[in-house]
C-alpha cells in the first residue's frame, strides 16, 4: 500500500522518468556538458525520489540503506564516466566506479537480510546461483565475444553478486509472500542487470560504439533505479 500521498508520488515518478528519458536520449547521440547535466539531475533525482518515500511514507529507517546503494550508484556512475574524461588514470576509475556499485549492492543486501525474514533455502539458492554465474563470466568470455581484459576478475565477482541479489530479490517475492515494494524492488535490479548486461557489451565488446546499445543502457539502468527508488514508498 502507498503510504504517502499518491499526488506526490506520481508526480514525482513523471518527473524522474522524464528527465531521465531526455538524458537517455540526448546521451545516445552526443556527450556534451549538457548531457553531463542531465545525467547529474537524472541521479540526484531518484536519490531524492528515495529519500522522499522514506520521509512521506515514515518508512522504516532500514530504507535508508536502500538510498545509500542509490548514492552508490551515482558515485560508481561517475567514476565510469572519468575513465573517459581522464584515460590516464582509467584503470583506478574503472575500479573505484566498479566498487561502488558493489558496495550499493551491499547496501540493498543488508536491508532484504535486515528487513525481511531470512530464509535459509532461499540464502543458499542465491548463493549457488551468484557463484555459477561469476564462474561461467571467468571462464566464457570468448564464448560471450567479450575480452575483460585486466577486469576479469572484478567482473565476475561483481556479476556474482548481482545475480545473488537478483535471485534473492526473487525469492523474496515468489515464495516469501508478495509485495508491492518487493515486486517494484524485484523488477528494479532485473532492469539493473539487463543494463549491466547491455554495458559489457559497450565496454568489452565489438561493438561498443553502437547507439542502441548506449539508449538501451541508460534506459535500464535509469529506470531501474528509480523502481528501486519507489519502492521505498510502498514499505
Known amino acids: 500500500m502507498l503510504t504517502a500521498s499518491p499526488v506526490l508520488f506520481i508526480c514525482f515518478l513523471i518527473v524522474t522518468v522524464i528527465v531521465a528519458m531526455i538524458f537517455t536520449i540526448r546521451r545516445g547521440t552526443k556527450t556534451d556538458a549538457v548531457s553531463l547535466l542531465l545525467k547529474a539531475v537524472s541521479s540526484l533525482l531518484f536519490i531524492l525520489f528515495g529519500l522522499l518515500g522514506l520521509f512521506f511514507s515514515k518508512g522504516p529507517y532500514l530504507a535508508l540503506f536502500i538510498v545509500a ?14 575513465k573517459f574524461v581522464y584515460p590516464k588514470d582509467e584503470t583506478l576509475n574503472t575500479f573505484t566506479g566498479f566498487g561502488a556499485f558493489m558496495l550499493g549492492h551491499c547496501f540493498y543486501t543488508i536491508f532484504l537480510f535486515s528487513y525481511y525474514k531470512i530464509t535459509l533455502v532461499h540464502l543458499l539458492i542465491s548463493i549457488a546461483a551468484g557463484i555459477v554465474i561469476g564462474i561461467a563470466i571467468f571462464v566464457t568470455p570468448k564464448l560471450m565475444k567479450l575480452n575483460y581484459g585486466r577486469y576479469r576478475v572484478i567482473s565476475s565477482i561483481y556479476a556474482g553478486l548481482l545475480v545473488f541479489v537478483t535471485v534473492y530479490a526473487l525469492l523474496l517475492e515468489v515464495a516469501a509472500g508478495h509485495s508491492v515494494s518487493k515486486l517494484l524492488f524485484f523488477i528494479g535490479i532485473v532492469l539493473f542487470l539487463l543494463s549491466d548486461l547491455i554495458l559489457s557489451q559497450i565496454y568489452f565488446g565489438e561493438n ?6 548506449k539508449i538501451a543502457n541508460h534506459l535500464t539502468y535509469y529506470l531501474g533505479q528509480i523502481l528501486i527508488a519507489a519502492s521505498i514508498w510502498f514499505l
Not at 69 to 82: E, K, P
Not at 208 to 213: A, F, I, L, W, Y
Open 208 to 213: 561498443k560504439g553502437m547507439t542502441g546499445n
Open 69 to 82: 546503494g542509490l548514492v552508490c550508484g551515482l558515485i560508481g556512475d561517475i567514476y565510469l564516466d572519468m
